[in-house]
């Protein structure tokens, strides 16, 4: 799977152009190999699905609140964004954790909520380079695991997708080493299994996302704990075809 996070970017017509783009140059027989997701802003998500109906490209939003309804200012509910066309949505994204404080316990009730309405999550998980350098990476991810996946049955956890995203390497230029990256994946799969069972965590699909380009895509793509990849940056243009390519070639 190859799912690009388009942030703050792009208007309602530059995403609508772009989405375009993207149907043209992402060829069946690759969709074939790989799942697309693309999750523009709330604001353009209408655009986007409207220009990839009849396509094989999945649109996911970015963030979601837990509610269908209420008094609620300024959040989008899954149903409307499922109204709007979404099949996917990103969950706890490490911009949502750091900017807007969204704790482990609200990841948790978005996740319940979004598998109730049959919405695809797709749930961030990460360690800041504070934490990394401090040693507590694993701690840190299992504190996201547990407390974020709580109350989720087998049956649901087949229906979720995890990125594994170091806080450090988003936005940044700086790529973990596919042996961080390894390493990381290798230990949220051990911590999958041993709360769902080996065959749960080899069914579970685990993206990595930081920093991802075509130049550093491949190897870590060719991981057998990297399912994929979550993109931001090189989501936004021409690139991202070039992504979906190199994770066909290893499909
Ligand atoms: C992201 O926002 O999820 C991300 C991985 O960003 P970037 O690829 O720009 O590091």
Known sequence: MVAGNWKMNKTPAESRLFAGKLADEISDELLSQVDVVVCPSTSCIDAVTEVLRG???F?????????????????TSGLMIK?????????????????????????????????????????????????????????????????????????????IIIAYEPVWAIGTGVVATPEQADE??????????????????ERCRILYGGSIKPGNFDE???????????????SLDESFVELVKIAAKHS
């Not at 040693?135 to 547990?146: P, T």
């Not at 990381?184 to 965590?201: H, P, S, T, W």
């Not at 870590?220 to 090189?234: Q, T």
């Open 220 to 234: 870590l793509v060719s991981l057998e704990n990297i399912d994929g990849g979550l993109v931001g940056g090189a």
């Open 184 to 201: 990381a994946m290798g230990f949220v799969r051990g911590l999958i299994a041993e709360l769902y069972g080996k065959d749960a965590a």
């Open 59 to 75: 649109t996911g939003a970015q963030n979601v609140f837990y509610e269908d309804f209420g008094a609620y200012t300024g959040e």
């Open 83 to 159: 109204d709007l066309g979404c099949s996917h949505v990103i969950i706890g994204h490490s911009e949502r954790r750091q900017v807007f404080g969204e704790t482990n316990e609200e990841v948790n009730k978005k996740l319940h909520y979004v598998l109730g309405i049959d919405l695809i999550p797709i749930v961030c998980i990460g360690e800041t380079l504070e934490e990394r350098e401090n040693g507590e990476m694993e701690n840190v991810l299992e504190r996201q695991i547990r407390e974020g996946l709580r109350g989720i049955s087998h049956k649901e956890l087949d229906q």
């Open 55 to 57: 396509t094989r490209i």
